[in-house]
């Protein structure tokens, strides 16, 4: 496909649309009612911070290489939202719980962060949608 090649920052946000659906799907199953408001909403399964970060590193290795300056930013910046996603964000999600015990007026939000299993699925959906693209 020749718009995958011109216009390589759509894959990425394929991947992100395709978590984030996913994401719908998943929480209306497990809730038994849909749940639209969890599109674009942190937290949940998949990670669409991991699956939006570990397409475009795919993207972008299969673009620049390996050995690349471009794919060394794309890793690094990867690595920097993942760490967030799964340390950062979760710990303060679970700070948002034990505050809305102790108040009654606001409540905060708690899914903010995710689980390793969370976030290693969005990899795999990111890394897979990229493979794809370039591919097939």
């Known amino acids: 496909m020749q718009i ?9 946000l394929v991947a992100l649309f395709l978590a984030e ?4 799907v998943i929480t209306s199953v497990q809730q038994k009612k849909l749940s639209l408001r969890t599109f674009l909403h ?3 399964m ?4 991991s699956s939006l970060v570990s397409s475009l590193a795919t993207v972008v290795y299969f673009v620049s290489g ?3 300056v471009e794919f060394a930013i794309a890793m690094v910046l990867a690595i920097i939202v993942l760490y967030d996603a799964v340390s950062l964000r979760w710990q303060a999600g679970k700070h948002a719980k ?3 015990t102790l108040q009654s007026e606001k409540k905060l939000d708690e899914r903010l962060g995710h689980t390793y299993l969370q976030m290693f699925a969005g990899i795999v959906l990111g890394t897979s949608v990229a493979y794809f693209f370039f591919h097939f």
């Open 4 to 12: 995958v090649h011109d216009f390589p920052f759509l894959i990425p």
């Open 21 to 24: 659906s996913l994401k719908v």
């Open 42 to 44: 942190s937290g949940g």
């Open 46 to 49: 998949p990670s669409g911070h």
């Open 66 to 68: 390996l050995g690349s």
């Open 98 to 100: 034990v505050l809305n």
